[in-house]
T-cell receptor, first 114, second 118 residues
Framework: ETGVTQTPRHLVMGMTNKKSLKCEQHLGHNAMYWYKQSAKKPLELMFVYSLEERVENNSVPSRFSPECPNSSHLFLHLHTLQPEDSALYLC?????????????FGPGTRLTVL | AQTVTQSQPEMSVQEAETVTLSCTYDTSESDYYLFWYKQPPSRQMILVIRQEAYKQQNATENRFSVNFQKAAKSFSLKISDSQLGDAAMYFCAYRSEISQGGSEKLVFGKGTKLTVNP
């Protein structure tokens, strides 16, 4: 596997389910990100793990819970989601150095909440 | 807070022709980075081109070039000799620092859907 991979690619879940999204990067990067992409809206950053700190968007509901056990793996734990949480969830990674730090994106998980 | 505006929800171009996608942004910073990303249908988002604000020279990557107007806070993307494979959503993005620890995020526009007609 190369680049940034995400599993599953598609997920349908009920509002009472608990599921997790997984992201893995094979690029030696030291920062990982979760973005939410909804129709007709700009991509929105949800969480960042970088340089041993976690930064979160304060508007993200607590039913989304991130986990980053090491620099190569990132999870997004989901529980009691709402239909409006249906979206494409994108993972990205980058190498933080002085200068420009390009973010590399995974293919996304298409989430549908029934 | 930085904002990015793409005023063209959709654009179309004939194959082999040139098209320009618009992007404006708002920031109080003097040094920053701007990006154009491409997201083909059902495929991964990839970087097309980037521009460092302190560089006056416009970035160019093969058929893709930008017109960076710092004073006007404008960052348009020009695609020359358009090809069918250029059809995609194009997102303009601004890199923003979000913590004193150095963490960053990209602030995206809503995107422009480009159709290439044969």
């Amino acid at each position: 596997e190369t680049g940034v991979t995400q599993t599953p690619r598609h997920l349908v879940m009920g509002m009472t389910n608990k599921k997790s999204l997984k992201c893995e990067q094979h690029l030696g990067h030291n920062a990982m990100y979760w973005y939410k992409q909804s129709a007709k809206k700009p991509l929105e950053l949800m969480f960042v793990y970088s340089l041993e700190e976690r930064v979160e968007n304060n508007s993200v509901p607590s039913r989304f819970s991130p986990e980053c056990p090491n620099s190569s793996h990132l999870f997004l734990h989901l529980h009691t989601l709402q239909p409006e949480d249906s979206a494409l969830y994108l993972c990205a990674s980058s190498l933080l150095l002085a200068g420009v730090n390009e973010q590399f994106f995974g293919p996304g998980t298409r989430l549908t909440v029934l | 807070a930085q904002t990015v505006t793409q005023s063209q929800p959709e654009m179309s171009v004939q194959e082999a022709e040139t098209v320009t996608l618009s992007c404006t942004y708002d920031t109080s910073e003097s040094d920053y980075y701007l990006f154009w990303y491409k997201q083909p249908p059902s495929r991964q988002m990839i970087l097309v081109i980037r521009q460092e604000a302190y560089k006056q020279q416009n970035a160019t990557e093969n058929r893709f070039s930008v017109n960076f107007q710092k004073a006007a806070k404008s960052f348009s993307l020009k695609i020359s000799d358009s090809q069918l494979g250029d059809a995609a959503m194009y997102f303009c993005a601004y890199r923003s620092e979000i913590s004193q620890g150095g963490s960053e995020k990209l602030v995206f526009g809503k995107g422009t859907k480009l159709t290439v007609n044969p």
